[in-house]
């Protein structure tokens, strides 16, 4: 029995990525941007099912045999694709007018994957997961290379595509693992069936396999070395989705593996992510000391923010009883916060390097004298990752340390004082940027500003509202927690 | 005025400033008449509101938090938009509100290069919200978001408006001008403290199960945190806090920050940024966690006495005026520490005065030495000299301040030091006397100490006569705005000193209600 309302906001996704794709049959070279039009507006008509299924009275609603489950966790991880996708496109409209080519197709592409991410978000077992993500995955390889001609842009297309095959490669190998040894797809049955089977050695490899796939996904440090190059020379606005987007579907499938489906074998998969949440905190923050180019240094940070969000995990499996709850909404909050302020940093890169001609931290110097609202943004965006009140990213570290600290243990506390040893690291980084711009003398040449004069109307749409969301969420948490608190009943089943 | 009682008049102090900036960046960078009057307007209703809580506080009750309320602000993790005063934030909430207004007043006519007034005023709003807020915050993460709000402006004042000298730091090649390095020097220090001072707010919250400063207070009274726990959790509160004061050996970010910032960001910092650090020790890690505050207080005191005695003797050794007050403020906050460590009545009400003279008289130098600097271009003491005859009124204000400074009886300064001095005579019971006498006998040789670096900068710059480089020179004494700015602070210099009342009043009995709750 198909529950057509639970499904309406996925099936109306799927419906804007044909009718895009259809459209652009149809438009004129010189309208292709109206089928990011078209995208916007079937984004918007998704939110509608997710309200009235939100203020519904069903908590959960569970299809094909709980393969499919549509509950406060979904809801909240699909506003956040649809929210991420709108202003990925908002990011794109002027960029990809830029370039010429393939517009349709290019939006077409964003859809699919973001689709890709909706579902995974309500996906319950490995098989549904793993089509979810590929689905994630497979547009993005193809946009990464969506420059054609440039040279970089597809030899960065063709690593990440290698990497993400590889990955999917050892994901799937894990999988097969875990159904073997658990006879059960569902994550309900592997957690059932994990309490026979915990202590065999192929049920744990199964697991970490499973985990170092999406270790890739997340690009957590050691599997994060396709992530600086393909971020390089990947179309910017890609690079912002592959951070935000990308990413948040690698951790929504960490979230659910974790926390539903190896619930029963924590003890393995704690200490495994305490691993790669301090290599990932401590390797990013300390290379991207030494970026020179802003691109590089946000994937670095990027890589960082992933140990960050690793954090929680764990804490949750090296401590007992009721902190899983916390645990899971301290990694669902900082997913949804590091998505504004990433996006926000990455607009701002894209209207600071058309600006100055250049992606080099040392080119944008003074560009707060010349440019002084980009300078704002770019100081509310930077220091927002930095975590600095009250801007929202400071709330996404302090849950992160309450995660981390409720129930204290030697590796918990030591993995703290990592983690706040890493936020001041982080800072130095940050503020490198943000002092070329204000206080490094403009150069004696500003190259004057590349007609059209400013910031286009799409883009400057996507700053006012990832501005106003950082600013919102700094000064009043509660705006993302309260979701971040129901989504992670999840965890607590 | 039943909504001012209701946490509307505090929150109207925080947040005035907030909104004034705001709007600053609606008015267009080149009406800077209009950005001036809006700050200005904004940091009065401040002050304005702040004098009216002065008047509506109950000072039969100064030891219980009035005006304040309780709002749901954060129900994820437990937290609320909790504010309210006692008698130990009222003084420092009044003081931190006029120096802003007298700092906008200062800031009229001189305008640090590169000049724009708008975006230095949006800064010294956003310092004004940061800097009250801490003082009326109730909830620990509310006090943490304040505390650190003051963190981005300072930092780009300094690093905008700061002093452009090169300078070449040991072991670089390159050289950096002084305004970089500070500013990056005085984020990373506080930040670092911060972040550890948060892991300790995150452990209260765990074994509390509350972020409310007067429940966790309780709490502590009744001994609920003890062991290897509370030894922790203090040792984070002390790094946060002790970075901030700055305490020896967390000071060296000091001297670099106040003698690169601006003129206004140095009297900001010395008035109201070091007083954030010692009052949360008094709020925060002495009521919450007293019995360690007990066993730390003598490493506090031996802390303190060495800030005071290093800091005078770093002020002998300076060449640059600025630099000299700037050390000077490393030994002034070691008397404030060093009231504190005693854990008595009588040590903390006079790091309470203290903090509010060192407040006035340490804001009245840095105005003092920057506007010399504007005149001189130069703060070296040995170009100076003869000051009081080229500009005898300045000089004049230099003596006087100076004298202040070094604690003369009848002036703001005498009480802090010497009820300081008095406190650590008779330490709290139960903590060792004859740490806390050896202690006293060095803080008044410090005493002396302060007397002579300042006397003998006062030697240097103010008599004697005038430099031939100054020869020909036409110096104009203090204008209108100074006027404006500094009289207030010179009257309430002698106010203060004749009649210490006016914070003691407030003070002496929340902290006796304080201190008979912990212990």
């Not at chain 1, 440039?150 to 590889?166: P, Q, W, Y």
């Not at chain 1, 982080?426 to 943000?434: I, P, S, T």
């Not at chain 2, 106010?495 to 006796?512: E, S």
Request: aromatic share 12%; glycine share 10%; proline share 5%.
């Amino acid at each position: 029995m198909f529950d057509y309302h639970a499904l309406a906001p996925d099936f109306i996704v799927a419906g804007t990525v044909l009718a895009v794709l259809g459209a652009d049959l149809f438009l004129p070279q010189e309208r292709k941007w109206l089928s990011a039009v078209v995208g916007i507006v079937g984004l918007t008509l998704a939110l509608v099912p997710i309200f009235t299924l939100a203020a519904g009275d069903d908590a959960v609603r569970s299809m094909m045999d709980g393969s499919y489950v549509v509950d406060d966790f979904a809801l909240v991880l699909k506003v956040f694709f649809i929210l991420t996708g709108y202003v990925v496109l908002l990011m794109s409209v002027a960029y990809v007018e830029g370039d010429r080519y393939y517009q349709g197709e290019y939006y077409f592409l964003v859809l699919a994957s973001l689709l890709g991410g909706m579902v995974m978000a309500s996906s319950r077992d490995l098989v549904t997961l793993f089509v979810a993500l590929e689905l994630v995955s497979g547009p993005a390889f193809l946009l990464a290379g969506w420059r054609k001609g440039d040279t970089r842009s597809n030899e960065v297309a063709l690593k990440f595509f290698i990497i993400g095959v590889l990955s999917a490669a050892i994901l799937l190998y894990g999988m097969s693992l875990v159904y073997g040894m658990t006879g059960s797809l569902s994550f309900e049955g592997i957690k059932a069936a994990s309490a026979s089977v915990a202590e065999e050695p192929v049920f744990v490899l199964g697991i970490l396999l499973v985990l170092v796939g999406f270790g890739f996904k997340v690009s957590a440090v050691p599997f994060h070395f396709w992530a600086p190059d393909t971020y390089e020379g990947a179309p910017t606005p890609v690079t912002a989705y592959l951070s935000v987007g990308s990413k948040a579907a690698g951790f929504v499938g960490i979230l659910l593996v974790s926390y539903v489906a190896f619930a029963g074998a924590p003890d393995i998969w704690g200490p495994a992510l305490w691993i790669l949440a301090a290599l990932s905190m401590t390797v990013g923050n300390l290379v991207a000391l030494r970026q020179e180019n802003v691109v590089r240094l946000l994937a670095y940070s990027s890589i960082a923010h992933a140990g960050f969000m690793l954090v929680p995990f764990a804490a949750a499996g090296l401590i007992e009883g009721d902190s899983l709850n916390l645990a899971f909404e301290a990694t669902v909050s900082y997913v949804l916060i590091y998505g504004i302020m990433n996006l926000g940093a990455f607009a701002v890169v894209i209207a600071a390097a058309r600006r100055t001609g250049s992606g080099r931290v040392r080119d944008w110097a003074g560009l707060g004298s010349y440019a002084p609202g980009l300078g704002i943004l770019l100081t509310i965006f930077f220091f927002s990752l930095a975590g600095i009140p009250p801007l929202a990213g400071w709330y996404a570290k302090f849950v992160m340390f309450l995660a981390v600290l409720q129930n204290a243990n030697g590796w918990t506390v030591a993995l703290a004082a990592i983690a706040a040893v890493n936020a001041v690291i982080a800072l130095y980084y940050y503020a490198r940027v943000v002092q070329t711009v204000w206080m490094d003398p403009a150069p004696e040449h500003v190259a004057p500003e590349p007609a059209p004069a400013g910031v286009a109307p799409s883009l400057a749409l996507a700053f006012g509202m990832l501005a106003v969301g950082v600013i919102v969420v700094g000064v009043y948490p509660e705006a993302i927690g309260q979701f971040a608190k129901a989504a992670s009943a999840l965890a607590g089943g | 005025m039943e909504w001012f009682d209701n946490g509307w008049g505090l929150s109207l102090v925080v947040f005035a400033p907030l909104v004034g900036a705001v709007a600053l960046l609606a008015v267009p960078k080149k009406d800077e008449e209009t950005a001036k009057l809006l700050a200005l307007v904004t940091a009065a209703v401040s002050l304005f509101f702040a004098v009216v809580a002065a008047f509506r506080f109950d000072y039969a009750e100064a030891g219980s938090l009035q005006l304040g309320a309780k709002l749901s602000w954060i129900p994820a993790i437990g937290s609320d938009y909790e504010i309210g005063i006692d008698g130990i934030s009222l003084p420092l909430l009044v003081l931190s509100a006029a120096i802003v207004v007298l700092s906008i007043v200062y800031s009229w006519d001189h305008w640090p290069e590169p000049h724009n007034p708008k975006g230095f005023l949006i800064l010294i709003l956003f310092l004004a919200t940061g800097m009250a807020g801490t003082f009326v915050a109730q909830d620990l993460v509310l006090f943490f978001i304040f505390f650190e709000l003051v963190l981005l402006p300072m930092y780009f004042m300094i690093g905008i408006w700061g002093d452009k000298t090169k300078i070449r730091l040991p072991g670089f090649s390159k050289e950096v001008e002084t305004r970089l390095y500070a500013s990056i020097k005085f984020f990373l220090f506080t930040l670092f403290g911060s972040a550890f001072m948060l892991l300790g707010f995150l452990a209260l919250n765990f074994r509390g199960g509350s972020f409310s400063i007067p429940e966790l207070a309780e709490m502590g009274a009744a001994g609920q945190f003890d062991g290897t726990f509370a030894f922790l959790v203090f040792g984070a509160l002390f790094l946060g806090f002790a970075v901030k004061v700055p305490m020896w050996p967390f000071h060296t970010w000091l001297p670099d920050a106040h003698t690169a910032a601006p003129t206004v960001g140095s009297v900001l910092l010395a008035a109201i940024l070091l007083k954030l650090g010692s009052y949360g020790f008094i709020r925060i890690a002495i009521p919450i966690l007293p019995d360690e505050a007990k066993s730390w207080a003598p490493a506090i005191a031996i802390l303190a006495v060495i800030a005071i005695i290093y800091g005078s003797l770093a002020c002998l050794a300076q060449t640059d005026m600025k630099r000299l007050i700037a050390f000077s403020s490393v030994g002034h906050m070691g008397f404030v520490m060093l009231g504190i460590a005693t854990l008595t009545p009588v040590g903390i009400t006079a790091a309470v005065i203290g903090m509010v003279a060192h407040g006035v008289i340490t804001g009245m130098l840095f105005f003092l030495a920057g506007s010399m600097q504007h005149r001189y271009h130069t703060r070296e003491m040995a170009r100076l000299g003869g000051n009081l005859k080229l500009m005898p009124i300045l000089g004049g204000m230099l003596g006087f301040t100076a004298m202040a400074s070094l604690g003369l009886p009848g002036l703001a300064g005498f009480w802090g030091e010497f009820m300081a001095l008095l406190g650590s005579y008779q330490p709290l019971e139960g903590l060792s006397v004859s740490v806390f006498r050896t202690a006293m006998v060095i803080g008044a040789v410090g005493t002396v100490l302060t007397a002579g670096y300042l006397l003998w900068m006062l030697q240097k710059v103010n008599l004697g006569e005038p430099k031939e480089e100054w020869a020909g020179h036409e110096f104009h004494d203090v204008d209108r705005y100074e006027y404006a700015a500094w009289v207030p602070l010179l009257i309430s210099i002698v106010a203060i000193g004749v009649y210490p009342k006016i914070i003691t009043g407030a003070a002496n009995d929340a902290v006796t209600a304080l201190i008979d709750k912990a212990f």
